[in-house]
């Protein structure tokens, strides 16, 4: 059997400056005020060092509330039509979503791939940059579903043409990877696909001639989104759900 890991160390001030409480100087003062408890004790310096375990946020109060889930913290949320994936993107954004205070957290949180503007669905925001790159890396080959409502009806034959690995996208030199495509009505249909590319699935339709007026994500690899989460809901993925994804 493995040893126990042990929790990594943090200095009280930094570790709350990295989860977004202010600057140093702020966080220094916080604790002056004695605004900082650790398993019932209040904390007087804030140079000392803190074992940063998962379950600091029932450890830990600060001002009065349960202190931010340390990283790595991995969110799942469903994303609402009309807010973008990128902080550099104008328009609201998905992290706006999110408690403000997140918005200072270093490691800064980075959405696992992005979504249009005007698609809806499931995204992981996550601090863990090896989970991350472990979901995009092609070599996962990690699944995304998507429903897909199209201008036209299918015509019947999208399914095989999607099938056989050789649709090309307008720009690019490389087909597409075989993709799974299931009717669900006359204008609506399921798509199962294992790459990333630029407006991927917009673009698989137009280069068949039709037109993806909604879209909508509800699967990535094994972890769904479920019916309960709104759109613009979150809640924070526990650490077994990461596997999840691989399965
Ligand atoms: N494909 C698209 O065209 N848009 C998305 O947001 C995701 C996949």
Request: include cysteine; glycine fraction near 10%.
């Amino acid at each position: 059997m493995k040893p126990p890991q042990k929790p990594p160390m943090a200095r009280l001030d930094r570790l709350l400056a990295n989860l977004g409480y202010g600057s140093r100087r702020e966080v220094t003062a916080l604790v002056a005020r004695g605004q900082v408890i650790l398993d019932g004790a209040t904390l007087k310096d804030a140079g000392a060092r803190i074992a940063v375990t998962a379950d600091l946020p029932a450890r830990m109060i600060i001002a009065g509330q349960p202190v931010d889930p340390p990283a790595p913290l991995t969110i799942l949320m469903h994303k609402p039509l009309g807010v973008v994936c990128s902080h550099r993107e104008a328009g609201r954004s998905v992290y706006e979503l999110l408690p403000p205070r997140w918005q200072g957290r270093l490691p800064a949180l980075s959405s696992i791939g992005r979504l249009d503007k005007e698609t809806s669905g499931l995204l992981l925001i996550t601090d863990d940059g090896p989970f991350l790159h472990r979901v995009i890396s092609p070599k996962s080959e990690v699944a995304k579903r998507y429903v897909a409502t199209l201008d036209r009806p299918l015509a019947g034959g999208e399914a095989e043409l999607f099938a056989a690995g050789t649709l090309m996208l307008d720009g690019e030199k490389d087909p597409l990877a075989p993709a799974v495509l299931e009717p669900l009505g006359p204008n609506e249909a399921r798509l199962t696909i294992t790459e990333g590319r630029y407006h991927q699935v917009r673009r698989m339709f137009a280069a068949i001639g039709n037109h993806v007026t909604a879209l909508h994500r509800d699967r990535i690899g094994g972890l769904g989104l479920s019916e309960d989460l709104e759109p613009g809901a979150w809640r924070i993925l526990a650490p077994g759900e990461q596997a999840v994804i691989f399965d």
